[in-house]
T-cell receptor
Framework: AQSVTQLGSHVSVSEGALVLLRCNYSSSVPPYLFWYVQYPNQGLQLLLKYTTGATLVKGINGFEAEFKKSETSFHLTKPSAHMSDAAEYFC????????????FGTGTRLTIIP | DGGITQSPKYLFRKEGQNVTLSCEQNLNHDAMYWYRQDPGQGLRLIYYSQIVNDFQKGDIAEGYSVSREKKESFPLTVTSAQKNPTAFYLCATTPLGGVSNQPQHFGDGTRLSIL
């Protein structure tokens, strides 16, 4: 079985500062990893995904994440925060040999300070 | 435009009443999913369907039922047996069933509340 831990249910950063949202996973087989963003009263939108190949993955809106197998991590970063980045972010994992079910973390709410 | 339509956006349920949430997609995707979202708990899988006329229970199926009679439709019924139905419900799809590396596409959700 797989699981996902997102450290920090709330993160606040100043506009223009680095955004770092943490995600650690647990699985006994190679994982597929995803980051989604959710704006209020909307569904989730895919930011980026890691399946195979390059461990540094670039996504939409200037976000990127690095898969680190040794640390079982997939942290999300953005060099310079913008007011429009304020939202809730979810990390999710599925398994190479699984049944395509996604397991989500509990989410991190990002607040941008003007 | 291709997409996933969930209706209604807001729904109110009386005690002892069954209610049905609609999810329709025109993406021609095979697999469809229902999630429940509660504050601080992330998304939890209720039911999923990889093909028409077939569906499987997720992690929290008790008090819910589904059908998949058409490829484009996957309605969720919240029965009176679900004692705490107040939540945000999200429908999602993937192009193929049983393939783990596909991202899921989400509708805009239905917020269900108890009167």
């Amino acid at each position: 079985a797989q699981s996902v831990t997102q450290l920090g249910s709330h993160v606040s950063v100043s506009e223009g500062a680095l955004v770092l949202l943490r995600c650690n996973y647990s699985s006994s087989v190679p994982p597929y990893l995803f980051w989604y963003v959710q704006y209020p009263n909307q569904g989730l939108q895919l930011l980026l995904k890691y399946t195979t190949g390059a461990t540094l993955v670039k996504g939409i809106n200037g976000f990127e994440a690095e898969f680190k197998k040794s640390e079982t991590s997939f942290h999300l970063t953005k060099p310079s925060a913008h007011m429009s980045d304020a939202a809730e972010y979810f990390c999710a994992v599925s398994l190479l040999f699984g049944n395509e079910k996604l397991t989500f973390g509990t989410g991190t709410r990002l607040t941008i300070i003007p | 435009d291709g997409g996933i339509t969930q209706s209604p956006k807001y729904l109110f349920r009386k005690e002892g009443q069954n209610v049905t949430l609609s999810c329709e997609q025109n993406l021609n995707h095979d697999a469809m999913y229902w999630y429940r979202q509660d504050p601080g708990q992330g998304l939890r899988l209720i039911y999923y369907s990889q093909i028409v006329n077939d569906f499987q229970k997720g992690d929290i199926a008790e008090g819910y039922s589904v059908s998949r009679e058409k490829k484009e439709s996957f309605p969720l019924t919240v029965t009176s047996a679900q004692k705490n139905p107040t939540a945000f419900y999200l429908c999602a799809t993937t192009p193929l069933g049983g393939v783990s590396n596909q991202p899921q596409h989400f509708g805009d959700g239905t917020r269900l509340s108890i009167l």
